[in-house]
Structures are given as structure tokens and as C-alpha cells.
T-cell receptor, first 110, second 116 residues
Framework: AQRVTQPEKLLSVFKGAPVELKCNYS??????LFWYVQYSRQRLQLLLR??SRESIKGFTADLNKGETSFHLKKPFAQEEDSAMYYC????????????FGQGTRLTINP | EAGVAQSPRYKIIEKRQSVAFWCNPI?????LYWYQQILGQGPKLLIQ????????DSQLPKDRFSAERLKGVDSTLKIQPAKLEDSAVYLC??????????????FGPGTRLTVL
């Protein structure tokens, strides 16, 4: 069965500190992995996808197939990073529906 | 380009009443999704359309939920009769036609439903 697990519902760090949001997945095959973000009063939007290997707003995520993890990292947190973060997976082809984790609320303290 | 539009933004009803939500996707997007997001959880797919055909409705509670996309553009999601556990945010998303590459989904603002 497809499943995405984000073990932390809440994460609080100080500005300038490193951030790591954890994500583990289970999927029979090779999925595409994503991080979505929802800032206060804004829509859910794509932050990054593993296949593009981009760094967006200083965030990176490495796919570890052995550990079935896709943790999101940023070396120096900024106050504007405070938001709700969702890890998600999708099959690469076919229906391409998204399966989301429960989300982690990240708060950056000044 | 204009984003995904949804209405209403908020709805409060009593249990056993009916409710309908409307979604207008981004122009040219063939695929439309309805997700249900219960408080404290991530979005869960209810139904996916490709043009006016259903691709996946395996998690749609068909005894009370229905959805249509008659002309392959906008869509409505209906709940009849509503239960307390239907209280959630209903998100609509759209993407270009699925195929050999992944197509990004763009989300609407959502409709927050409260069932009393």
C-alpha cells in the first residue's frame, strides 16, 4: 500500500538554525516524491520534487531509496519559512494522484 | 494565468442536509482532482477526472458523495446527506493531461465545510 509518514506534527527551531523535516514512505515501485508547502492564508503549492534536484528557497531533499526517506533540509532557517509542510508521493506515470503525509507545522522563532 | 477557483469558501450545514461545491480549473487543464482534508491530516484524494471521465474514485464514499464534470471543464462535488465526519476542507486541483511525464497539480483555495 502507498503510505507517507511524517513523524513530527510540530517542529520549532530558531532563526538561523538548521531545519530537517522528516518523511518516510512505502510504495511498491519507484514513486516520484514531493514536498508541498502551505503558508498562512495561502494555497497549497509545490515546493520541490526529487526528480528536478533543485534547491528552492534554500531547501533541498534527498531521496534515500534504501531507507525509503525523503527528508527536507535547510541549513539556515528564516522566519518566512514558517508554514505547514506536506510530503507526498505519486506514481510517475498513469493516474499520478498524490498521496500525502499528515504534515508538519514548522515554526521559526526569532 | 488565473488559478483554480472554488466556491463557496465556507459552508456550515446541519447533519443530514445536502451541500455542493464548485471548482473551475486552470484553463486547458484536462485533469481535475477533488481532495478531502480533515483537520490534522494531509489531503486525501476523493476523485480524479480526465476531461469528463472518471479515472479514480476508489476512495469516494459513493453512498453519499457524488461528483461530475459534464463538459470537461468545471466540476461539482455533492454530499447528500452530510455526516458530522464530513467536516473538512475540500480541495480542488488541476493539472495538464497525465502521460509519460509528471504534471504539476495546482490547488484551489479550498472550501471549509462544517457539519453541525
Amino acid at each position: 500500500a502507498q503510505r507517507v509518514t511524517q513523524p513530527e506534527k510540530l517542529l520549532s527551531v530558531f532563526k538561523g538554525a538548521p531545519v530537517e523535516l522528516k518523511c518516510n514512505y512505502s510504495y511498491s515501485g519507484s514513486p516520484e516524491l514531493f514536498w508541498y508547502v502551505q503558508y498562512s492564508r495561502q494555497r497549497l503549492q509545490l515546493l520541490l520534487r526529487h526528480i528536478s534536484r533543485e534547491s528552492i528557497k534554500g531547501f533541498t531533499a534527498d531521496l534515500n531509496k534504501g531507507e525509503t526517506s525523503f527528508h527536507l533540509k535547510k541549513p539556515f532557517a528564516q522566519e518566512e519559512d514558517s508554514a505547514m509542510y506536506y510530503c507526498a508521493l505519486s506514481e510517475i506515470q498513469g493516474a499520478q494522484k498524490l498521496v500525502f503525509g499528515q504534515g508538519t507545522r514548522l515554526t521559526i522563532n526569532p | 494565468e488565473a488559478g483554480v477557483a472554488q466556491s463557496p469558501r465556507y459552508k456550515i450545514i446541519e447533519k443530514r442536509q445536502s451541500v455542493a461545491f464548485w471548482c473551475n480549473p486552470i484553463s486547458g487543464h484536462a485533469t481535475l482532482y477533488w481532495y478531502q482534508q480533515i483537520l490534522g491530516q494531509g489531503p486525501k484524494l476523493l476523485i480524479q477526472f480526465q476531461n469528463n471521465g472518471v479515472v479514480d474514485d476508489s476512495q469516494l464514499p459513493k453512498d453519499r458523495f457524488s461528483a461530475e464534470r459534464l463538459k470537461g471543464v468545471d466540476s461539482t462535488l455533492k454530499i447528500q446527506p452530510a455526516k458530522l465526519e464530513d467536516s473538512a476542507v475540500y480541495l480542488c486541483a488541476s493539472s495538464r493531461r497525465g502521460g509519460l511525464i509528471y504534471n504539476e497539480q495546482f490547488f484551489g483555495p479550498g472550501t471549509r465545510l462544517t457539519v453541525l
